[in-house]
C-alpha cells in the first residue's frame, strides 16, 4: 500500500470571510493538525480579521500558518469573451510580503464602500505583491483561449512565483477540467498545485455554510439554485481522500509552495509614533520633566516627600516595560482637548497614577487614596497600561479628527470590533434561510432578550405553537445554535485608536468604517491584545456634557471662568443637599 502522502492545503477561508465560511479559524487549525497537514494557509477574502486567532491556535497546535488572502479579480475596461472574472490567492513569504499584502488589501478596502472592494487587472501589478506567491484559480466555464490569457497575465506581473490552483470536488467536470488545466499549464510552465477552496472544517457544516449563502444572497434556500455549492467536498479532507482525488504531482507541489512561506505574526514589531517627544529629548526625560512640570502646578507650595517617591517608583516602572511613549500621547491628546476647551477626565485604574495626575490625565489626587499603583501597571501581569479618556460627547470628533490629522490615515486608525451572531439575529437570518414565515421569524426573535444569555430557549418556540419534534423547527435549534457567536461583520470601537510610528497599514489592513471620516482596523481589541499593540481610548460621556454646561452657568454666576480644577475636593453644603 502506498504510503499517504504530505499536503499543505493553500486556499482556505474561515468565518471571517463573512458570510461565506463556515468554521472558526481555531476550529480549522485544530482540523488541519489532526489530519496531519503540513501547513495551513488561511486565505479570508481580502481580509486579515481571523489570522490573529489562527496565528494563537497554530502556535498551540504546533502547525505551520500560512498568511495570506484571496481576491476576484475582474478585466475591468480590458473585459472581453476571452476573459472572465478569476480568484486569485496571494501568500506572504515574509515580513516585507506581509506588509505588501495588508497595504495592498487596505488600498482595495480604503477605496471601496465599508464591507467591500473591487479588484480588475488595472488595479493590480506584481511589483506591489512583491515578496508574495500567487495561486490563480479561474472559473470552471473558463475555456482554452480564457485560461491562455490568465497565463500571459501571470507569467508579465508574477512570473517564477504564480501557480494555476486545481480544485477537484468530485463533480462531473473534474477530469475535464484537469485535463484542460494541464494543457494551460504546458505551453506556458506555470505548474498546478492543488487547492482545496476549503469553507468549512468537517463536512457537517455543509448545512450552516447553506444558510450563510442563503443570508448574502438574501434568498430562502429553497430560491439559491446554482449558488449553493454541489456538494461538501470543501472541507479539509484526509490526506487518504486526498490521493484519491489529486494526482500524486499535485499534492507535492503543495509543499514547494508552502517552503516559500516562512512568515510568521511573531516578526511583527509594534512602535510608538515619535511625535510626542520633543527634539533634543529622550521619551523617558520627557515624560520626566512634564511630570514635575505638572507636580509643581498640583503642589504650588511644594511636592511632598511622599509624593516624590510615587513619582519616582512610578517612572522607574514605566522605563521598565517601556511605555514612556503610551504615557506621552495621552498626555497630548488631553493638552490637545484642554486647548480647545474640551472638558475630558481620565478614569479607571490610571486614577492610581501619581503622573497621570500630574500630566492632567485625572483630576484625582492618587495621595489621597490607598489604591495601589501596581494595580494600574505591573511587571507580574505583563498587561499594557489601559487609561481610558473621557471627553464630552458633542465634541469628541474633534479629538479623533486631531489623531488622523495629526499621524494620518495610514498611521491612525481605530480599533475594529467584530460583530457576532446573538439569538435574535441567528433566529432571524436561519428562520428566513429555512423558509419560515417572517411574522413567525419576526416573533420568535422578540421572544429572545439580551438577558436570556447567549442561547436559544426552546421554550419561546413551545409558547408560540411551534413543536421541537418538528423537523424544520428541529433544523432551525440545530442551525441556529452551529451560528451563535459566528461573526456577522466588522464595526469600529467606540474609541479605542492604535498609532504608529510606520505604516499601521503594513501591520495590519484599514477599511472604511460606515461613518464619514473614520477609517478602522481589521482587528479587534483581544487580536490587538495578543500580538501586544497599544491602543488609547478616546471615549465619548454625556455627563462631562452636561458637567461642561454647569460650570459654564456657575461661571456666569460667578462672574468668572469656573473650571473643573475650582471644584473643591470636599464640599460638606453639597453632599448634605445630595
Known amino acids: 500500500m502506498a504510503a499517504i502522502p504530505d499536503y499543505a492545503e493553500l486556499r482556505c477561508v474561515s468565518n471571517f470571510s463573512f458570510l461565506r465560511g463556515a468554521s472558526l479559524p481555531e476550529e480549522l487549525v485544530e482540523r488541519a493538525r489532526q489530519l496531519g497537514y503540513t501547513a495551513l494557509a488561511l486565505t479570508d477574502e481580502c481580509s486579515m480579521s481571523g489570522i490573529v486567532r489562527a496565528h494563537t491556535a497554530a502556535k498551540q497546535h504546533e502547525l505551520k500558518l500560512l498568511v495570506g488572502s484571496q481576491f476576484r479579480v475582474d478585466w475591468g475596461i480590458a473585459s472581453s469573451d476571452d476573459t472572465t472574472p478569476f480568484d486569485l490567492t496571494v501568500l506572504a513569504c ?14 482595495l478596502r480604503r477605496s471601496a464602500p465599508k464591507g467591500s472592494y473591487h479588484l480588475d487587472i488595472s488595479n493590480l ?8 506567491v500567487v495561486l490563480a484559480s479561474p472559473k470552471r466555464m473558463a475555456e482554452p483561449a480564457q485560461l491562455a490569457t490568465v497565463a500571459q497575465w501571470l507569467l508579465d506581473q508574477f512570473i517564477g512565483r504564480c501557480w494555476f490552483g486545481v480544485d477537484l470536488l468530485r463533480i462531473l467536470t473534474d477530469e475535464m477540467w484537469l485535463h484542460r488545466l494541464r494543457e494551460v499549464s504546458a505551453f506556458s510552465a506555470i505548474p498546478l498545485v492543488a487547492a482545496g477552496d476549503v469553507h468549512f472544517h468537517v463536512r457537517s457544516r455543509k448545512p450552516l455554510q447553506d444558510v450563510l449563502t442563503a443570508t448574502r444572497v438574501g434568498k430562502p434556500l429553497t430560491e439559491c439554485g446554482l449558488e449553493l455549492q454541489p456538494n461538501s467536498e470543501r472541507h479539509l479532507r484526509t490526506r487518504l481522500r486526498l490521493a484519491q482525488t489529486y494526482p500524486e504531482e499535485l499534492l507535492a507541489e503543495t509543499l514547494n509552495v508552502a517552503a516559500r512561506c516562512d512568515f510568521s505574526l511573531d516578526e511583527l514589531r509594534y512602535q510608538y509614533p515619535d511625535e510626542v517627544v520633543p527634539a533634543g529629548e529622550t521619551p523617558a526625560s520627557y515624560l520626566r520633566r512634564i511630570t514635575y512640570e505638572g507636580g509643581g502646578r498640583r503642589w504650588p507650595q511644594g511636592m511632598p516627600a511622599k509624593v516624590q517617591s510615587q513619582i519616582e517608583h512610578e517612572l522607574a516602572l514605566i522605563g521598565d516595560l517601556q511605555y514612556e511613549h503610551y504615557f506621552l500621547t495621552v498626555a497630548d491628546i488631553v493638552a490637545f482637548a484642554r486647548s480647545r476647551h474640551i472638558l475630558c477626565q481620565g478614569r479607571g485604574s490610571a486614577a492610581n497614577s501619581v503622573i497621570c495626575y500630574c500630566i492632567g490625565v485625572t483630576e484625582v489626587d492618587p495621595a489621597r487614596m490607598s489604591m495601589l499603583f501596581e494595580r494600574f501597571i505591573s511587571k507580574d501581569r505583563n498587561e499594557p497600561p489601559d487609561i481610558d479618556i473621557d471627553f464630552e460627547h458633542e465634541r469628541r470628533e474633534e479629538v479623533l479628527q486631531y489623531l488622523y490629522t495629526k499621524y494620518g490615515r495610514d ?6 470590533v467584530v460583530i457576532s451572531y446573538r439569538p435574535k439575529s441567528a433566529i432571524r437570518d436561519v428562520g428566513k434561510a429555512l423558509g419560515f414565515a417572517l411574522d413567525t421569524v419576526d416573533a420568535l426573535a422578540k421572544a429572545h432578550v439580551w438577558w436570556d444569555g447567549n442561547e436559544v430557549q426552546k421554550d419561546r418556540f413551545e409558547e408560540l405553537g411551534l413543536s421541537i419534534d418538528d423537523l424544520q ?7 441556529t445554535g452551529q451560528l451563535l457567536g459566528f461573526p456577522r461583520h466588522l464595526s469600529q470601537h467606540t474609541g479605542g485608536f492604535v498609532l504608529t510610528k510606520g505604516p499601521l497599514s503594513r501591520m495590519v489592513p484599514i477599511e472604511n468604517a460606515s461613518m464619514v471620516d473614520r477609517t478602522v482596523l481589521q482587528w479587534d481589541k483581544d487580536d490587538l491584545d495578543a500580538l501586544g499593540l497599544l491602543k488609547v481610548d478616546c471615549l465619548a460621556l454625556g455627563m462631562l456634557t452636561a458637567i461642561r454646561k454647569s460650570l459654564e452657568f456657575i461661571g456666569t454666576r460667578k462672574g468668572y471662568v469656573f473650571e473643573m480644577q475650582d ?8 453632599y448634605d443637599m445630595v
Not at 501589478?125 to 508574495?132: F, I, K, Q, R
Open 94 to 107: 515574509n515580513l516585507n510580503g506581509y506588509g505588501n499584502l495588508c497595504q495592498f488589501i487596505t488600498k
Open 125 to 132: 501589478s506584481g511589483d506591489e505583491l512583491a515578496d508574495c
Open 411 to 416: 498611521r491612525a486608525a481605530l480599533t475594529g
Open 473 to 479: 423547527v428541529r433544523q432551525l435549534l440545530q442551525l
Open 567 to 574: 471644584i473643591p475636593a470636599e464640599d460638606t453644603e453639597t
